[in-house]
Nanobody, 124 residues
Framework: QVHVVESGGGLVHAGGSLRLSCAAS????????MGWYRQAPGKQRELVAT???????NYAEPVKGRFTISRDNAKNTVYLQMNSLKPEDTAVYYC??????????????????WGQGTQVTVSS
C-alpha cells in the first residue's frame, strides 16, 4: 500500500494563488502517473491535472493556463501551482498516485491510491 498525503490548501481571495503538494510513500517501485482531482459540494469528483513519469501533462479545460502541475521524482512528490483562482475553484482537492509497489522476491503489484484531500476555498 502507498500512503498519499496532500498539503497546502487554504482560503484565498479571487485572483490569488495557492500551491498544493502531494507526497507518496511506501515500498514504491514506480509511479506511472500522479494527478490532482477535485470535488465541490454536491458535485462529482473531477480531473484537474495529471503528470506521468515522462513529465507529460494533462489539464482539464477550466484550469488550463492558470494551473501548473509538476513533479519531483526523487521525492515521489507532485505539486499543483494554482494562479488566478476563481470562486468556482473552491473544492476539496485530492491527490492520486498509480504505479507498482515492491513486494519482495522480485515481485511487484499495482496500486491506485488516494490522499485524504485538502480544502481550497476561494472567496469572491
Amino acid at each position: 500500500q502507498v500512503h498519499v498525503v496532500e498539503s497546502g490548501g487554504g482560503l484565498v481571495h479571487a485572483g490569488g494563488s495557492l500551491r498544493l503538494s502531494c507526497a507518496a510513500s511506501g515500498t514504491i517501485f514506480s509511479i506511472y502517473v500522479m494527478g490532482w482531482y477535485r470535488q465541490a459540494p454536491g458535485k462529482q469528483r473531477e480531473l484537474v491535472a495529471t503528470i506521468n513519469s515522462g513529465d507529460s501533462t494533462n489539464y482539464a479545460e477550466p484550469v488550463k493556463g492558470r494551473f501548473t502541475i509538476s513533479r519531483d521524482n526523487a521525492k515521489n512528490t507532485v505539486y499543483l501551482q494554482m494562479n488566478s483562482l476563481k470562486p468556482e475553484d473552491t473544492a476539496v482537492y485530492y491527490c492520486n498516485a498509480k504505479g507498482e509497489i515492491n513486494m519482495g522476491w522480485g515481485m511487484r503489484s499495482p496500486y491506485d491510491d488516494w490522499g485524504q484531500g485538502t480544502q481550497v476555498t476561494v472567496s469572491s
